[in-house]
T-cell receptor, first 113, second 115 residues
């Protein structure tokens, strides 16, 4: 099992550009999450999904969109990149909700200039 | 307003000694707590968890203690080893809600094990 995989590992965007961060898990987990980690800070929840076709906002959803068309994939879309979105993005999945152990991907380091 | 606080940004401990990492929370709805370990350029990995119905959970060298009245938990690592050098995140959730609201994380403590 590869677990949770994320692509790309690194990306530099110009202000106003858009991109999609990819996340795939092969553990057949229903629950998937996107977090961001700013320097010196903890992870903050952007969006989450409890199953295919169902998504909901987390603590910091502004500027992002998600979709969940399959159990395996949970892409995160940035439509108009801003410097405030410079961060490391982590995707995670879990078999149950309620804060059950989450498995994290290696992260995508995004810089917006 | 931070709901999960790790007030020590870093901690240095000698190899073989005990490492104690602390975490405080403010949200009394939290009923499930987890510790994650993170190496540079990697995602966090789960270490140990505790439910609010317990006050202690042990797994090998790692023990987590929960003091609900003080809204405080701590992670003990005994004995500390060089491979334990990493950033440790405390996280909390409302498990009994059954929802998928994700985890609320502290800022992390960078543990450095000195040889």
């Amino acid at each position: 099992n590869a677990g949770v995989t994320q692509t790309p590992k690194f990306r530099i965007l110009k202000i106003g550009q858009s991109m999609t961060l990819q996340c795939t898990q092969d553990m057949n987990h229903n629950y998937m999450y996107w977090y961001r980690q700013d320097p010196g800070m903890g992870l903050k929840l952007i969006y989450y999904s409890v199953g295919a076709g169902i998504t909901d906002k987390g603590e910091v959803p502004n500027g992002y969109n998600v979709s969940r068309s399959t159990t395996e994939d949970f892409p995160l879309r940035l439509e108009l990149a801003a410097p405030s979105q410079t961060s490391v993005y982590f995707c995670a999945s879990s078999s149950q909700g309620g804060g059950n152990e989450q498995f994290f991907g290696p992260g995508t380091r995004l810089t917006v200039l | 307003d931070q709901q999960v606080k790790q007030n020590s940004p870093s901690l240095s401990v000698q190899e073989g000694r005990i490492s104690i990492l602390n975490c405080d929370y403010t949200n009394s709805m939290f009923d499930y707590f987890l510790w994650y370990k993170k190496y540079p350029a990697e995602g966090p990995t789960f270490l140990i968890s505790i439910s609010s119905i317990k006050d202690k959970n042990e797994d090998g060298r790692f023990t987590v203690f929960l003091n609900k009245s003080a809204k405080h938990l701590s992670l003990h690592i005994v004995p500390s080893q060089p491979g334990d050098s990493a950033v440790y995140f405390c996280a909390a959730s409302v498990y009994s809600g059954g929802g998928a609201d994700g985890l609320t994380f502290g800022k992390g403590t960078h543990l450095i094990i000195q040889p």
